[in-house]
């Protein structure tokens, strides 16, 4: 059977409110298990909760022996399908409703008439506080060079220390020459005395004089 016509589920009370579920398989289960084509994790859901069976009419809703039950506008509904008009609420349990709606549905895709809270109109972003004036720039330090390093300059040479006028060395020589011999004197007068006391006696001493 061709779909011409958009069906589509609205979560009023649930686990995701405002949650808006494409109905466009011609059979569709709704339950907690993973493996159902619309899952809807909520304690009161049963695994395998509901099925939706597309039909000329629209669709139609039977309970899967849910534990909580399936209510149509208050009204429980059994294993027997029960064709869903718009508008419409689905209940599941106590835990979850559901707004059936189709394209000839006023409130269809509104999401404020489901009495869900409005989002707040955006704020006009904030105004961008002025540039901060620049400062200005600080002048670049001055590159000064280093004083030029003085010439080296060796030291003078350093002055040898006085001594006083040389004493010719002839003097000092006539000097030594002049001492040896007068030594050399002394030791020929007393070697020559010694030998004539030897020799001569007192005799040769009181003949010289040399002896009272």
């Known amino acids: 059977m061709t779909q ?28 907690r298990d ?20 597309l039909t000329e ?20 509904i059994g294993g027997e399908p029960v064709i869903l008009r718009p508008g419409q609420k689905v209940s599941l349990g106590s835990g979850v409703d559901l707004i059936y709606e189709t394209g000839e549905s006023p409130k269809m895709t509104v999401i404020a008439d489901l009495g869900l809270p409005e989002e707040p109109a955006a704020s006009p972003p904030a105004a961008e506080p002025p540039p901060a004036p620049e400062s200005a720039p600080e002048p670049e330090p001055v590159y000064t060079p280093p004083p030029p390093e003085p ?3 060796p030291p003078p040479p350093p ?3 006085y001594t006083g006028p040389e004493e010719p060395k002839k003097k000092s020589n006539t000097a030594l020459i002049i001492a040896i011999v007068s030594i050399l004197l002394l ?16 005799w040769l001493l009181q003949y010289f004089g040399l002896l009272p």
């Not at 808006?20 to 289960?29: F, N, Q």
């Not at 159902?36 to 695994?47: A, G, T, Y």
């Not at 007393?190 to 001569?200: A, D, E, I, N, P």
């Open 151 to 153: 010439a080296y300059t």
């Open 159 to 161: 002055t040898p220390a």
């Open 187 to 202: 030791c020929c007068c007393c070697s020559f005395t010694l030998f004539m006391y030897q020799w001569g006696g007192d």
């Open 4 to 31: 011409e016509t958009p069906y589509q589920l609205v979560v009023r009370k649930g686990p995701t409110v405002g949650q808006v579920i494409l109905l466009d398989l011609p059979v569709m289960t709704i339950g």
């Open 34 to 53: 993973p493996i159902s084509d619309v899952v809807l994790n909520d304690p009161e859901v049963s695994r395998q909760h509901v099925r939706l069976t």
């Open 57 to 76: 009419d629209g669709y139609t809703a039977q309970d899967l022996g849910s534990t909580n039950g399936t209510f149509i506008d208050g009204d429980r």
